[in-house]
């Protein structure tokens, strides 16, 4: 990636930061990507931590920053860390439900040097969406993509898709256009944290998946890049391991709400990795020198068949923290590689649906404050 630039030490140098700024969220999403173990609002970073770590991370090459949560916009202080950001030279983009963004907030943060937003929502129909994300809040979406577009900032629409709204991908597609958006990503549900407890509900059939696949097919011709659509690979029904996260500590980073710096959103649930915190020691000597950084670095700390095979410097072995959440060991090759050992752990799931499929169980739904 022509982005990334060698270090004397032989590391890239990350050009993405994803700043989870609060883990607090109105939605309960079933498949939330924070940990299990979410940080209380009095733990946060305040708004100066936040400037000093945006600093550092300009410093060190970062050039995109993602404004996370949770929610954000639950930040009373988002203003502040969007002009640190802007001032430090960042593209900053906001990551929300949409849910508190009102016409005076957004031009503050337009004032502030937000360069760009994106919207989740979780079904074209408003009803289904509400019932995903367990909280009524299609109506502050469609707002929110309006005053986006209305300020002139580019929108990007995000949906986690699964077997509640895989057959709906047309009319999302169609929402996504009609809401204005310049980008639009289709993210299948990556099963670690939360959307692993949820799994029997949320894995889709292979037939959905495989017409889903044809619609972005004819979406692409259709909208003949006027609308970018981004399909994020389905990996348990692949046979084939996500280069994930473009490979450990190879080019982004995510700072957790209290400060704790990860090579990616979940590996705070790998065992012994001891990540350290901005609080203690500044970004650059955590990206180069700390031990959670180096890990799984490289190739070195590869089994076989990974170790061996050609495809290594391609996939880097797949998902350190889905290897961990299926095998237990996040150094094992990543059970959704067809040549992983551990590959029967994933096919018996997406084999062939039995001939009368009970159907899937409710969700058990994210709460902040619940775990
Ligand atoms: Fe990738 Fe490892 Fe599978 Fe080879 S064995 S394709 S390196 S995950
Ligand atoms: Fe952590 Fe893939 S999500 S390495």
């Known amino acids: 990636m022509d982005t990334v630039t060698a270090h004397p030490q032989g590391h890239p140098r990350p ?24 940080t209380r609002r009095s733990r946060e970073l305040t708004g100066e931590e936040w400037e000093r770590v945006l600093r550092q991370a300009a410093e060190l090459g970062v050039v995109h920053t993602h404004l996370s949560g949770g929610e954000p916009l639950l930040r009373r202080d988002l203003e502040v860390i969007v002009a640190a950001a802007a001032s430090a030279g960042l593209y900053t983009q906001l990551v929300t439900s949409g849910v508190g963004l009102d016409e005076a907030r957004l031009t503050a943060l337009t004032g502030a040097g937000l360069h760009s937003v994106q919207l989740s929502v979780q079904h074209a129909d408003p009803g289904a969406s509400d019932r995903i994300a367990g909280h009524r809040s299609f109506a502050a979406k469609e707002r929110a993509a309006a005053l986006v577009r209305e300020a002139g900032l580019p929108l990007g629409v995000n949906v986690v898709l699964h077997r509640d709204n895989l057959d709906a991908l047309d009319p999302l597609i169609e929402l996504a256009v009609a809401w204005g958006a310049d980008r639009v990503e289709l993210a299948n549900t990556q ?170 169980p409710g969700y058990t739904y994210r709460g902040y404050g619940r775990g």
Not at 213 to 238: C, I, S
Not at 344 to 354: K, Q
């Open 191 to 360: 099963f670690y944290g939360w959307a692993l407890r949820n799994r029997a509900a949320l894995l889709p059939t292979r037939e959905q998946l495989a017409r889903a696949r044809e619609g972005v097919a004819r979406w692409r011709e259709k909208l003949g890049g006027r609308t970018e659509l981004v399909w994020v690979l389905p990996d348990y029904f692949e046979g084939v391991a996500k280069p994930c996260m473009g490979g450990w500590g190879a080019v982004s980073l995510t700072v957790a709400p209290d400060g704790t710096v990860l090579p990616c959103p979940a590996a705070a649930a790998l065992p012994g990795l001891d990540p350290p915190n901005v609080r203690d020691h500044a970004l650059e000597w955590i990206w180069d020198h700390s031990a959670a950084f180096n890990r799984y670095r490289g190739e070195e700390w590869m089994a076989e068949p990974c170790r061996s095979c050609s495809h290594r410097a391609e996939d880097f072995g797949g998902c350190r923290c889905q290897a961990y959440a299926l095998t237990g060991d996040a150094a094992r090759t990543d059970p959704a590689c067809a040549l992983s050992p551990d590959h029967g752990l994933i096919r018996s799931l997406t084999g062939p649906a039995p001939a009368a499929e009970p159907p899937p």
């Open 15 to 38: 050009w993405a930061l994803l700043a989870e700024l609060t883990h607090g969220c109105p939605l309960h999403c079933p498949y939330c990507s924070n940990p299990l173990q979410l």
